[in-house]
Structure formats: structure tokens, C-alpha cells
T-cell receptor
Framework: ETGVTQTPRHLVMGMTNKKSLKCEQH?????MYWYKQSAKKPLELMFVYSLEERVENNSVPSRFSPECPNSSHLFLHLHTLQPEDSALYLC?????????????FGEGSRLTVL | AQSVTQLDSQVPVFEEAPVELRCNYSSSVSVYLFWYVQYPNQGLQLLLK??????LVESINGFEAEFNKSQTSFHLRKPSVHISDTAEYFCAVSDPMNRDDKIIFGKGTRLHILP
């Protein structure tokens, strides 16, 4: 496989459920990101990891918990979400977390919170 | 901090007609500028970028964008669109003077190609 792969592509969960989104990159990149894409809003950067260390957390509610066990894998653990958390969650990677490097995105995980 | 404005949320255009998608960014001494494209049910992918040098940059599929410092713009153009260009287009900016600065995206412009 090549590029950035996200699973699942679609997820429906209740507000009391616990689920996880998974992202895997096969590009040898050192940085990985979680973005939230909601209708009619700019892409929101949620978390940045560089060499498995979290370097940025943009005031994201604690009901979203990221995990980066190695430079190729990134998870987003979800618990007690709200309906307004329904969105497309995009994972991306880049060679480095600094500088003008190109972002490579996965196809996204469409989350619906009931 | 940088910001990006894409004034048009949707742009309808007939097939084979020209199109311009507008992008303005907040003023800064220097900027890196990007256009990303998101085809239906896919993630974003880089279309073209301006880092330095020639102010006119081109993509492999016929799009071009011109960095205009005086107007703080980076509009995307194509002289003749095809149905396969149907997608959402995102303008983005980052600050080269601040290596910790992350890429900031606009709200996107949805391009509708009419037959």
C-alpha cells in the first residue's frame, strides 16, 4: 500500500460509545496530523505529532485523545462525543512538522454522532 | 497569524469555459501559498504551491495560480475546465519566517462544472 490510509471510512456512534480512528502512512514521513473538516468551516488542525511526540494540541476537548505509537501510525480515540463532533476527520503526514512541506492526506473517516 | 479568505463558496461554470477561484491572504512580509484539491469522497491533495521565484506556478492538469504581493492574492485559474475538475479547492498559507507555523486553510470553493 502507498500513501495515507484511514480506517474506518464511515463510523456511526452514540454519545456514550468509545471508538477509535486509525491512520497509517507508508511514506516514511516524520510528522502526522489530525484535522477536522466540517461543512462551511475551514479545516481545523487538531493535533500534530513529530517523531511520535505530540508537538501541538489546538485546544481540542479531552473527549478526543490522540495516540502515536510510532511514526507510521496515528490513532484518534473517541469517547462521550457530542452531535456537533460529527464531521470528516482527516489524517495527514509530511516529511517534517516544520517548514513548507507538502501535506499528504488520507481519504478521511466520516463520523456521525447520534 | 496568517489567515486566508476564499470569498466564493461555490462557483458554477460551463464545461470548456474558463474559471478563476479567488484567494486572498492576510498581509505578511513573506508567505508560502498552496492550492489543494479535494475530489468527491477523497482527501485533499496538493495542486500547486508558491514558495519563491516565479510568481506564476502551474499544475500538471492545466491549472495555474499567480502570487500577487501588492494585492495579497493567489487566485487559481484554468482556461478551459473539464467535468473531471469537479471538486472542492482549498487555498492555504504558511509563514516561512516561522518554522513552527502550520499551514492555514481557507473555507474552500466548490467548483461545479455544468454540461
Amino acid at each position: 500500500e502507498t500513501g495515507v490510509t484511514q480506517t474506518p471510512r464511515h463510523l456511526v456512534m452514540g454519545m456514550t460509545n468509545k471508538k477509535s480512528l486509525k491512520c497509517e502512512q507508508h511514506l516514511g514521513h516524520n510528522a502526522m496530523y489530525w484535522y477536522k473538516q466540517s461543512a462551511k468551516k475551514p479545516l481545523e488542525l487538531m493535533f500534530v505529532y513529530s517523531l511520535e511526540e505530540r508537538v501541538e494540541n489546538n485546544s481540542v476537548p479531552s473527549r478526543f485523545s490522540p495516540e502515536c505509537p510510532n511514526s507510521s501510525h496515528l490513532f484518534l480515540h473517541l469517547h462521550t462525543l457530542q452531535p456537533e463532533d460529527s464531521a470528516l476527520y482527516l489524517c495527514a503526514s509530511s516529511q517534517d512538522s516544520r517548514g513548507p512541506g507538502e501535506l499528504f492526506f488520507g481519504e478521511g473517516s466520516r463520523l456521525t454522532v447520534l | 497569524a496568517q489567515s486566508v479568505t476564499q470569498l466564493d463558496s461555490q462557483v458554477p461554470v460551463f464545461e470548456e469555459a474558463p474559471v478563476e477561484l479567488r484567494c486572498n491572504y492576510s498581509s505578511s512580509v513573506s508567505v508560502y501559498l498552496f492550492w489543494y484539491v479535494q475530489y468527491p469522497n477523497q482527501g485533499l491533495q496538493l495542486l500547486l504551491k508558491y514558495l519563491s521565484g516565479s510568481t506564476l506556478v502551474e499544475s500538471i492538469n492545466g491549472f495555474e495560480a499567480e502570487f500577487n504581493k501588492s494585492q495579497t492574492s493567489f487566485h487559481l485559474r484554468k482556461p478551459s475546465v473539464h467535468i473531471s475538475d469537479t471538486a472542492e479547492y482549498f487555498c492555504a498559507v504558511s509563514d516561512p519566517m516561522n518554522r513552527d507555523d502550520k499551514i492555514i486553510f481557507g473555507k474552500g470553493t466548490r467548483l461545479h462544472i455544468l454540461p
